[in-house]
């Protein structure tokens, strides 16, 4: 699977949107980006994937850069429940079902 | 509807015990996976079950067996417990076992090895 870079940490006003990086300069056609979640040592929390094109849910938006090298997470109007750690994962090919997770993004939603 | 559901929540043992750690799903999905997470550390896959009847190693099996009870059903089993599994347990579930179907996950058994 391509490794991914993230930030390791990221801060975010209550109520404007949060825009977290994820680099995977390495990915391969058939590798979807994936995010999850973990809030405070709970099972990590499914958030949004997406393959070539833009992705949005109830959730979130992820926005996958043209060459697919990098890509976005965005939570439009984000809370103080927001604040997690956020992992963004490549995966896809033949390790199946070996998500990855690496140390992923805290985000820290301030009043 | 629960999702996934671990049991127990928390667990204590003595080096050299066994236990087995039950997870359960009602989502009618065909796969399903053990993972533990260490302090401070990511999530590493320990066992993966791709559908009803089959089971394959992950990233750290050694010291672990696994149980693929029925569709819904999927334990854990340290026959001879060691210090270094002292971790946090994530049972996770998904749909086709493909990767255009998420993983949902229960929210852990916090194990202890003393």
């Known amino acids: 699977d391509a490794k991914t870079t993230q930030p390791p940490s990221m801060d975010c006003a209550e109520g404007r949107a949060a825009n977290l990086p994820c680099n995977h300069s390495?990915?391969?056609?058939?590798?979807?980006v994936y995010w999850y979640r973990q809030i405070h040592s709970q099972g990590p929390q499914y958030i949004i994937h997406?393959?070539?094109n833009n992705e949005t849910n109830e959730m979130a938006s992820l926005i996958i850069t043209e060459d697919r090298k990098s890509s976005t997470l965005i939570l439009p109007h984000a809370t103080l429940r927001d604040t997690a750690v956020y992992y963004c994962?490549?995966?896809?090919?033949?390790?199946?079902?070996?998500?990855?997770f690496g140390q992923g993004t805290i985000l820290t939603v301030h009043p | 509807n629960a999702g996934v559901t671990q049991t127990p929540k928390f667990q204590v043992l003595k080096t050299g015990q066994s236990m087995t750690l039950q997870c359960a799903q009602d989502m009618n999905h065909n796969s399903m996976y053990w993972y533990r997470q260490d302090p401070g550390m990511g999530l590493r896959l320990i066992y993966y079950?791709?559908?009803?009847?089959?089971?394959d190693k992950g990233e750290v099996p050694n010291g672990y067996n696994v149980s693929r009870l029925n569709k819904r059903e999927f334990s854990l089993r340290l026959e001879s417990a060691a210090p270094s599994q002292t971790s946090v347990y994530f049972c996770?579930?998904?749909?086709?076992?493909?990767?255009?179907?998420?993983?949902?996950f229960g929210n852990g058994t916090r194990l202890t090895v003393t």
């Open positions: 994962i490549v995966a896809g090919g033949t390790s199946y079902g070996k998500l990855t």
């Open positions: 079950s791709a559908s009803e009847g089959t089971t």
């Open positions: 997406g393959l070539k």
């Open positions: 996770a579930s998904s749909g086709q076992g493909n990767y255009n179907s998420p993983l949902h």
């Open positions: 390495t990915i391969s056609g058939n590798e979807y």
